[in-house]
């Protein structure tokens, strides 16, 4: 376990992910019902930028970076990326935000009094940091275990409504298949949760084959979305991000269709970006 989400944090995966976080938590909000969140690779929750990793990795530059200005995207997509822009904080044409916020610190800022969340992460030190960030938070647990069996243990939530967020940092080969299983058996004990996954397109036959397994499960209602900023793998670094969203908020699709072409023209490292939206499984 060597990943350091922090070499990473604000990177373009990160802000089409944590965009998309922020649609669904605003979806769940609509309602005053209680929801809950299961976040299985929670990480430390939020990110110094000035630290040495980030400094280093670099990526918030041609991630959250080139938000800064955001005011030459049309209206509708200004007013969906709000949540993100608001919680991620005042953003300086100059130099980082302060801090960027993990998924931990954007659920804790869109959840209300009557809403619970676990997050479940597993590297000691990571872990501690977590706990250190939300230890005054009774509205939310922190377990120190692996994700997969934290999820198992979750579902379904006694809210019966909610988000599973699966992040993880793809360092084992066999994290499809992981990820994959967990969804399924997750899935049977709560077919009307929302789940999100996410994934890095490093090798696209492994995604092909995911996708194919995605179908061959008979979960229904399910969206791809992918997003790429250039050429794949160009210069060694990841360029095509996706999301596996079953049950999505109804509007999501529409949303879909208005963010991802401005993120791609945002986040656009060269000409070569990407869009995937596609149903792999309908209703
Ligand atoms: C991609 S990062 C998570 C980022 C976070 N979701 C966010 O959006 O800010 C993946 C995290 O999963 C943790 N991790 C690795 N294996 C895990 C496991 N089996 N269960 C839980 N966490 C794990 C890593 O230590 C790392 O902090």
Same mark, same amino acid.
């Given at each position: =376990?060597?990943?350091?989400?922090?070499?990473?944090?604000?990177?373009?995966?990160?802000?089409?992910?944590?965009?998309?976080?922020?649609?669904?938590? +605003?979806?769940?909000?609509?309602?005053?019902?209680?929801? %809950?969140?299961?976040?299985?690779?929670?990480? &430390?929750?939020?990110?110094?930028?000035?630290?040495?990793?980030?400094?280093?990795?670099?990526? @918030?530059?041609?991630?959250?970076?080139?938000?800064?200005?955001? /005011?030459?995207?049309?209206?509708?997509?200004?007013?969906?990326?709000?949540?993100?822009?608001?919680? #991620?904080?005042?953003?300086?044409?100059?130099?980082?935000?302060?801090?960027?916020?993990?998924?931990?610190?954007? #659920?804790?800022?869109? =959840?209300?009094?009557?809403?619970?969340?676990?997050?479940?992460?597993?590297?000691?030190?990571?872990?501690?940091?977590?706990?250190?960030?939300?230890?005054?938070?009774?509205?939310?647990?922190?377990?120190?275990?692996?994700?997969?069996?934290?999820?198992?243990?979750?579902?379904?939530?006694?809210?019966?409504? /909610?988000?599973?967020?699966?992040?993880?940092?793809?360092?084992?080969?066999?994290?499809?298949? *992981? +990820?994959?299983?967990?969804?399924? !058996?997750?899935?049977?004990?709560?077919?009307?949760?929302?789940?999100?996954? @996410?994934?890095?397109?490093?090798? *696209?036959?492994?995604?092909?084959?995911?996708?194919? &397994?995605?179908?061959? !499960?008979?979960?229904?209602?399910?969206? %791809?979305?992918?997003?790429?900023?250039?050429?794949?793998?160009?210069?060694?670094?990841?360029?095509?991000?996706?999301?596996?969203?079953?049950?999505?908020?109804?509007?999501?699709?529409?949303?879909?269709?208005?963010? =991802?072409?401005?993120?791609?023209?945002?986040? &656009?490292?060269?000409?070569?970006?990407?869009?995937?939206?596609? @149903?792999? &499984?309908?209703?």
């Amino acid at each position: =376990m060597n990943y350091r989400h922090g070499f990473h944090a604000g990177n373009f995966a990160d802000v089409f992910k944590h965009v998309f976080l922020t649609r669904i938590l +605003a979806y769940l909000a609509r309602k005053g019902t209680p929801f %809950r969140v299961i976040d299985t690779h929670a990480g &430390a929750g939020e990110y110094d930028l000035a630290s040495e990793e980030a400094v280093r990795g670099g990526e @918030w530059q041609d991630g959250i970076g080139r938000l800064a200005d955001a /005011g030459d995207l049309d209206v509708r997509a200004r007013e969906l990326l709000r949540p993100y822009l608001e919680i #991620v904080g005042p953003l300086r044409a100059d130099g980082p935000p302060a801090r960027y916020p993990g998924s931990p610190r954007i #659920v804790q800022a869109m =959840m209300r009094g009557q809403d619970r969340v676990t997050f479940c992460e597993l590297h000691p030190q990571t872990f501690a940091d977590l706990r250190a960030n939300f230890r005054r938070d009774a509205r939310i647990a922190c377990l120190n275990l692996d994700g997969y069996i934290g999820l198992n243990a979750g579902v379904p939530p006694k809210e019966r409504r /909610g988000l599973v967020l699966i992040d993880p940092p793809f360092e084992r080969t066999d994290e499809f298949d *992981a +990820a994959l299983n967990a969804l399924r !058996s997750a899935h049977e004990k709560w077919p009307t949760g929302t789940y999100a996954l @996410w994934y890095p397109v490093k090798d *696209a036959s492994a995604i092909a084959r995911f996708a194919t &397994a995605i179908v061959e !499960s008979g979960i229904r209602r399910v969206l %791809r979305l992918e997003l790429a900023v250039e050429a794949p793998l160009a210069g060694g670094k990841l360029a095509r991000a996706g999301l596996i969203l079953i049950n999505p908020p109804y509007v999501l699709e529409e949303e879909a269709a208005i963010l =991802m072409p401005a993120l791609a023209r945002k986040l &656009a490292r060269t000409a070569q970006t990407g869009i995937l939206r596609e @149903w792999l &499984a309908g209703e």
